[in-house]
């Protein structure tokens, strides 16, 4: 049975042992140890599930379309030498491309699917994911665009990225792009939150203990290698805040406007 934790509405699966004898004990939404984060890293979705994000928005009252809130800013340069900003900014790419695939016009989704091409080709993976992509190129270039079609594909996405990026890329990339990920999602949930005016009914889904601390401590084991020091520190200080916010159950206004604040600040200089 799939242990499922929610990283951000990010999904955290592993195979366990089917027990007969004992139920596996109910997830809460939003908790997660560092140590499960650990032990499945190598198996985690980096992707948000468009679905599941849908799912879990309108459990909170919030019925709007993502893709709106998208910043339509200039694509990064994926091709560059420093590879640990190219798998950041991959999992940034990857959540936006999810969140506008309702909303976002053909040549918008064209021009990001063929920037996580060129993403994917610098971090060294294996061909499943080209042909993938390649596939979803076809499905957004066709003479009608079926999105319903390409919600489905793009949910299906995930499970052909990690093994991948595991074999042909290694494990290092893995938290980079899940880092990407998790913070442009944080990022635009928060700014829904705010044009919405939906602060209370959005508190739960800020709810995250322990992730920003796997991100701090493979920082802290990797960091001094990938990043410079001010990068680094910069990071550390940014999760350290959003980490205060994560424990809680319940945000004020003004807390959520600061993880918007700290969440735009951080994704300005990675």
């Given at each position: 049975m799939p242990l499922i934790h929610m990283l951000f509405l990010l999904g955290c699966s592993t195979e366990q042992p089917t027990s007969t004898s004992q139920p596996e004990p109910k997830k809460e939404f939003g908790k997660v140890d560092v140590a499960d984060l650990e032990q499945v890293a190598d198996e985690i979705e980096v992707i948000p599930s468009p679905l599941k994000m849908k799912k879990e928005l309108s459990k909170a009252g919030i019925n709007v379309k993502l893709g709106e809130h998208v910043s339509q800013r200039a694509l990064p340069d994926l091709g560059m030498e420093d590879k640990s900003r190219v798998a950041v900014n991959t999992g940034v790419l990857l959540t936006q491309l999810v969140l506008t695939v309702e909303t976002a016009n053909p040549e918008r989704l064209v021009e990001v699917l063929k920037a996580l091409?060129?993403?994917?080709?610098?971090?060294?993976?294996?061909?499943?994911?080209?042909?993938?992509?390649?596939?979803?190129?076809?499905t957004?270039?066709?003479?009608?665009?079926?999105?319903?079609?390409?919600?489905?594909?793009?949910?299906?996405?995930?499970?052909?990225?990690?093994?991948?990026?595991?074999?042909?890329?290694?494990?290092?990339?893995?938290?980079?792009?899940?880092?990407?990920a998790w913070l442009e999602g944080v990022n635009i949930i928060s700014k829904v939150v705010q044009n919405e005016k939906k602060y209370k009914e959005g508190e739960l889904l800020f709810h995250h203990p322990g992730i920003a601390p796997?991100?701090?401590?493979?920082?802290?084991?990797?960091?001094?290698?990938?990043?410079?020091?001010?990068?680094?520190?910069?990071?550390?200080?940014?999760?350290?805040?959003?980490?205060?916010?994560g424990k809680k159950k319940k945000l004020s206004q003004e807390e959520i406007d600061q993880v918007q604040k700290i969440t735009a600040e951080l994704m300005s200089f990675i």
């Open positions: 091409k060129v993403g994917f080709t610098t971090l060294q993976t294996g061909n499943d994911i080209q042909i993938t992509l390649d596939d979803l190129l076809s957004v270039q066709g003479e009608s665009l079926d999105r319903e079609s390409l919600l489905g594909e793009l949910d299906l996405l995930s499970s052909v990225i990690v093994p991948e990026l595991k074999s042909e890329a290694g494990t290092w990339a893995v938290p980079l792009i899940q880092a990407g796997y991100f701090i401590r493979y920082l802290n084991q990797a960091g001094k290698e990938k990043f410079t020091a001010s990068v680094v520190d910069q990071t550390i200080e940014a999760l350290s805040k959003l980490d205060e916010f």
